[in-house]
Structure formats: structure tokens, C-alpha cells
């Protein structure tokens, strides 16, 4: 539930950019910058989050974060300026931020107990969540309610969902309760290896993700002569795709491994969008990003597990940072991608810009190799750590 809020949050107040434009009365270039405010929000407090659900426990920050979100996010309904587009939707960054972070880590803590991976369901849970937002956005649009009224409604919605499960929310121990670091905690987080490969395999994901909800319809629109309309499907399609593959993640990272369903993961989604680009017929594009979609379903939530892992302490605590970590740089990807595929395109075309994409997302095989054995190889240090003492 705390997963499809969040994506629902994004859902609702992106589709409305065309409002907020037309009620601040701001071009492309003055909307631009107001929303890389949301995303550099998103950035700062995901390098933050870590060190605060150390000390506060997960539930009270996900709580807090969330009744941020329900503050902000009528705040930027009611923009009058760029400015203040700009500071509020910076305000609901950091909020969603906190709140990614946070989510992420009490997954982890209750993939720890089931003993089972199942980040993969809960990251269904907000693809889930975003269609439901971005569903609603579009019949509040076709009734002609402004973001103002239409931001209200969906987080009265989101406050009544939120109270129905807080009480069962995973709390997660301050750190001041929990048993000393292991020696792998213990390491700067710049210095483990492990990490900078997870957060390898989250950024190259963020990348291609971020790619295909930016350029897939404009890739269609303008080198394959598809409509506006019809085009906005190839985004549509790789969102199903990955909603639905991330329904069926938990069972093939339990049935496969980490490892071989990312490796898998790459493979698709590298072939997908590759596709896409150099085929020069929509049919194949549309089958391209609903195979980009599938393989990439299961790239973040698996790489924030293992990052939880990589983090977990001789009492089942810890991870937080690492989390953190992880999902700051990834947010890179969302922030510093769109741009420079747009510069890519620029200089060449958007076909040469998805075949880079493309071999992005195949980065992610590679990667996701290394980063098991440094995993693997962290937690039999950890073991005869413990051993000895």
C-alpha cells in the first residue's frame, strides 16, 4: 500500500504538467527548470534518508514523509508562478525521496523475515500505483478539475489508504537499539565495491526507464511517422510490461537467482530498445519497449534488496545506508539522463540515441555479476567475523 501511494503521487501530478503550465502561464524552458527542482529534491533527500531512518526507525519516517507528501502536493495545484511551482514541487521531491528511501529500506526488513525476495512484489505495487495516479489524473483533466481540486482529492484518497495499514508497518529499531556494525558496515560506503556495482545496475535501470517515459513517443513521432496518440502507447506498453513482470519477480529470483534473472533482465531490455530504434516499424518498436519493460521489471527493487543486504548486521538490522546510497545514484540517472539523450539526439538522432540506451541497459549483465561475488564475498566476511567472536 505505502508502495502504490507513492507511485500513485507521481501518477497524479505529472500528466497535470500541461495545467500547471497553462496556470503559471510559463513556456517549455521557465517549466523545465521548476520541475528539475522535484528531481533535484529527490536527489538530496535520498543521500539523507539513510542516516534519518537509522535514528528515527522506518515507520515513524514513513509516516512522516508521507503526510509530507499529502501537504505538498496541493501546494503545487495551487502555483501561481514558476517560483513557486518550483519550491513546491522541490518540496514534494524531497518528500517523495524521503519517502522512496525509507519504503525501501522496511521492504527490505520484511523480505528479511518472510525469508523470501519479494521487492520485486512490492515494486508492483507502485508501477501499479503510478497507472492508478496517471488514470486518474486523466479523467480529473477530461472533467476539466484543476490540479488544485484534482491534487486534494488524490491525497484525501492516499491519507485514508495510508491509516488503513500504518499500524502494521514494519518500525525497524533506532540504531542506538540494534548490535554493533558488522566489519563490512563498517567501511566507508565509497570504499565497497559491492555497492558502487549495485548502484551501477540502478542508474544504467533509471537511464533506460527514464528514456523510454521521455523519447518513446517522440522516437515514434518523428522517425517513424507515428500519431501523437498512437504513439503514446509504446510508453503505456512498457509500463504494463513492467508492472506485470514485477508481479512475477519474487517467484523467478527465488527460482533462479539474483544474478541470472538480472542477467536476463539486461539481455531483454537491451535487445528491446534496440530494436525499437533500428527497426524502423512500429510494430517491432512497440514489441521493443514492452520487452525493455519485462526486462527491466526487476533491475531496481533487485539491486536495492541486495544493497539491504550488503548492509545487514548479526541481528538482521541494518542496510539503511546502503539503500540510501544506492538510490541516490540511481536518481542521477532520472535527473542527468533525459538531457543528455536529448543532446545525443541532437547531435545525431533519437534512433542512435536508444541504440546508446540499449547498450546501457546491457551494462547491467556485467554488473549485476561482479556485484554478487563482491556480495557474496562481504557476507562470508561477515559470517567469520562472527564466528570468531
Known amino acids: ?65 508521507a503526510l509530507a507528501v499529502c501537504l505538498v502536493l496541493p501546494l503545487v495545484g495551487s502555483a501561481q508562478s514558476v517560483l513557486w511551482l518550483a519550491v513546491a514541487l522541490f518540496g514534494l521531491g524531497a518528500s517523495a525521496g524521503v519517502l522512496d528511501v525509507s519504503m525501501n529500506i522496511a521492504g527490505v526488513a520484511v523480505e528479511r523475515a518472510e525469508g523470501k525476495p519479494i521487492m520485486p512484489l512490492f515494486h508492483a505495487g507502485f508501477s501499479f500505483g503510478a497507472l492508478a495516479g496517471s488514470g486518474g489524473a486523466a479523467l480529473a483533466a477530461s472533467a476539466g478539475w484543476s490540479p488544485l481540486r484534482h491534487f486534494t482529492v488524490a491525497v484525501v484518497v492516499g491519507a485514508v489508504m495510508l491509516a488503513t495499514v500504518v499500524r502494521v508497518l514494519p518500525g525497524i529499531a533506532p540504531r542506538s537499539e540494534r548490535a554493533s556494525d558488522s566489519p563490512a558496515a563498517a567501511t566507508p560506503l565509497a570504499r565497497r565495491p559491492a555497492l558502487w556495482l549495485l548502484a551501477a545496475i540502478a542508474l544504467c535501470s533509471a537511464i533506460a526507464e527514464g528514456a523510454s517515459s521521455d523519447w518513446s513517443a517522440l522516437l515514434l513521432v518523428n522517425e517513424q511517422g507515428v500519431s501523437e496518440g498512437a504513439a503514446a502507447l509504446a510508453y503505456a506498453g512498457f509500463s504494463l510490461a513492467m508492472a506485470f513482470a514485477r508481479l512475477a519477480g519474487s517467484w523467478t529470483q527465488a527460482r533462479f537467482g539474483s544474478a541470472k534473472v538480472l542477467v536476463a533482465g539486461a539481455a531483454c531490455a537491451g535487445t528491446g530498445l534496440v530494436a525499437a530504434a533500428v527497426a524502423g516499424m512500429p510494430a517491432v518498436s512497440y514489441a521493443g519497449f514492452l520487452l525493455a519493460g519485462a526486462g527491466l521489471a526487476a533491475c531496481f527493487p533487485i539491486a536495492l534488496g541486495l544493497a539491504g543486504e550488503a548492509g545487514k548486521r548479526s541481528d538482521d538490522s541494518g542496510g539503511e545506508r546502503e539503500v540510501a546510497f544506492v538510490t541516490a545514484i540511481a536518481y542521477t540517472g532520472f535527473l542527468a539522463g533525459p538531457p543528455v539523450i536529448g543532446g545525443i539526439a541532437q547531435l545525431t538522432s533519437l534512433s542512435v540515441s536508444f541504440i546508446v540506451v540499449g547498450l546501457v541497459a546491457a551494462v547491467i549483465a556485467p554488473a549485476s555479476v561482479a556485484a554478487s561475488r563482491f556480495v557474496a564475498k562481504e557476507r562470508a566476511t561477515r559470517a567469520s567475523a562472527h564466528a570468531v567472536r
Do not use: D, H, K, Y
Not at 497553462?22 to 517549455?28: L, N, S, V
Open 1 to 65: 500500500m505505502v508502495f502504490a501511494f507513492n507511485g500513485a503521487t507521481l501518477g497524479s501530478w505529472a500528466p497535470r504538467t500541461p495545467a500547471l503550465s497553462e496556470q503559471i502561464g510559463a513556456g517549455p524552458g521557465p517549466l523545465g527548470l521548476a520541475l528539475l527542482a522535484a528531481s533535484v529534491g529527490m536527489l538530496i533527500a535520498a543521500g539523507l534518508s539513510g542516516r534519518i531512518v537509522e535514528r528515527a526507525g522506518a515507520r515513524v519516517v514513513i509516516v512522516a514523509s
